[in-house]
């Protein structure tokens, strides 16, 4: 079965500096997502992107981060400089429609900011 | 998107049904309901959608009312890997302001006990 894969797994960093998180999407897949979750909160929408631009972005998405789908099958998430507060699971997700179908959500990447 | 309502939590017995109930009073005409869940921080998964009509798949079935202002997701023999955070979401028709994002609520945690 297909699935969105993301790495690394676990990603320490000190405060300050850029991280990059990496996902593969599934491949015939146009509509892609990234969603966070700090521990024992709820999953939170960062950022839709289609047809190589941001669709939709949350409060949360400020200019701190940026998204990229650099070589048509990478989607990246770009935090420039970061603050103890971005400790959090990234889920990253795809889906082969935005209409009325299921989006497929990664395993994660649990960035730890120290 | 409408609000949704769910218990924060529920118990059920292995191999007994579990029957998750979300309330959407203010749910549109253009909206459906999509339920994910998330086993112990891994990443949502899909379980199943409906508009209007009940649905049944290979994991549950939901049953919408006919005012579609609450919903039930049937697990019907429920065991201990279904132990998760069941989430209730609605959602529009991409299009209509929609570009695919989730909003996630709190949930409700099943517990399926031996």
């Known amino acids: 079965e297909p699935e969105v894969t993301q790495t690394p797994s676990h990603q320490v960093t000190q405060m300050g500096q850029e991280v990059i998180l990496r996902c593969v999407p599934i491949?015939?897949?146009?509509?892609f997502y990234w969603y966070r979750q700090i521990l024992g909160q709820k999953v939170e929408f960062l950022v839709s992107f289609y047809n190589n631009e941001i669709s939709e972005k949350s409060e949360i998405f400020d200019d701190q981060f940026s998204v990229e789908r650099p070589d048509g099958s990478n989607f990246t998430l770009k935090i420039r400089s970061t603050k103890l507060e971005d400790s959090a699971m990234y889920f990253c997700a795809s889906s082969d429609q935005a209409m009325n179908t299921e989006a497929f959500f990664g395993q994660g990447t649990r960035l730890t900011v120290v | 998107d409408a609000k949704t309502t769910q218990p924060p939590s529920m118990d059920c017995a292995e191999g007994r049904a579990a029957n998750l109930p979300c309330n959407h009073s203010?749910?549109?005409?253009?909206?459906?309901v999509y339920w994910y869940r998330q086993i112990h921080s891994q990443g949502p998964q899909y379980i199943i959608h409906?508009?209007?009509n009940n649905e049944t798949n290979e994991m549950a079935s939901l049953i919408i009312t006919e005012d579609r202002k609450s919903s039930t997701l049937i697990l019907p023999h429920a065991t201990l890997r279904d132990t998760a955070v069941y989430y209730c979401i609605v959602r529009r028709r991409y299009g209509s302001g929609n570009t695919g994002k989730l909003i996630f609520g709190q949930g409700t945690t099943l517990q399926v006990k031996p």
């Open positions: 203010t749910i549109s005409g253009n909206e459906y």
């Open positions: 409906g508009l209007k």
């Open positions: 491949s015939n897949h146009l509509y």
